[in-house]
């Protein structure tokens, strides 16, 4: 996939079975703010309403995967009480985890803060070489925000989590892998390629099947569930 010119916020390409994402704010680092959250929030709406797709790839253009929330945005909401408001209204989020299709992040460069908890909300990771990850966000006073406090520590144990949480470290995509929050890591010119190889090999198995693995899998770390019985 050639690399996208300035435009829209997100892109939004089907390849038969298999809709790839695209974060497209390369000269930010694909950091996402409030044009980019609506932008995806379609996009991700579009690939769960359709019942011709059975896989999504999210991938970022340019230099990086994504660096989370874009700084020069934050404080800038009414009030926080309108800012909850609109976040639940449309919860790219909570849509994302919730995605009935299998999901593949492809990433590569910085991959951090809300960018790395994208990731996290797929159920698949494959990382160029280059990737990085880290969740810097207790250097601003804040804590991650979208979900990596949950994600995060299903993936690797809550001592792991707690110490990218508190210390904001930087992960190589080499000790991502070795984590598990990485299936793959193969070299940036192979990524694109990589996602859509996995891709296809998904979408070859059943849409029923897919979603009653992943619900097993989820309910298996949520005791609500039953899974711990």
Same mark, same amino acid.
């Given at each position: ?87 639940? *209204?449309? +919860?790219?989020?909570?849509? #994302?985890?919730?995605?009935?299709? !299998?999901? $593949?992040?492809? =990433?590569? /460069? ?17 990382? *160029?070489? +280059?990737?990085?990850?880290? #969740?810097?966000?207790?250097?601003? !006073?804040? $804590?991650?925000? =979208?979900? /990596? ?35 793959? =890591? ?44």
């Amino acid at each position: 996939m050639a690399r996208a010119p300035a435009g829209p916020a997100v892109l939004y390409r089907r390849r038969g079975p298999i809709a790839v994402v695209s974060l497209n704010r390369p000269r930010v680092l694909n950091a996402y703010d409030v044009a980019m959250r609506d932008a995806l929030f379609e996009a991700l709406t579009a690939v769960r309403d359709d019942p011709e797709v059975r896989v999504m790839v999210l991938r970022g253009n340019g230099p990086a995967f994504s660096t989370g929330g874009d700084l020069s945005e934050f404080g800038s909401a009414p009030s926080p009480l309108e800012a909850r408001r609109v976040r639940w *209204a449309r +919860d790219v989020w909570g849509t #994302l985890r919730a995605l009935p299709q !299998a999901t $593949i992040a492809a =990433v590569h /460069g910085w991959t951090v803060g809300g960018g790395w908890e994208m990731a996290l909300l797929c159920d698949l990771c494959i990382a *160029a070489a +280059d990737a990085r990850f880290a #969740l810097p966000e207790t250097a601003l !006073a804040m $804590i991650p925000g =979208v979900g /990596g406090t949950q994600t995060l520590p299903r993936a690797v144990g809550e001592g792991r989590a707690l110490d990218f949480v508190l210390t904001g470290r930087v992960a190589s995509a080499a000790e991502a892998l070795e984590l598990g929050f990485v299936q793959r =890591v193969v070299p940036r010119a192979e990524l694109d390629g990589a996602a859509l190889s996995l891709a296809r090999r998904l979408a070859a198995i059943p849409p029923a099947l897919v979603q009653a693995s992943k619900r097993a899998v989820h309910d298996a770390l949520d005791p609500r569930a039953g899974g711990w019985r």
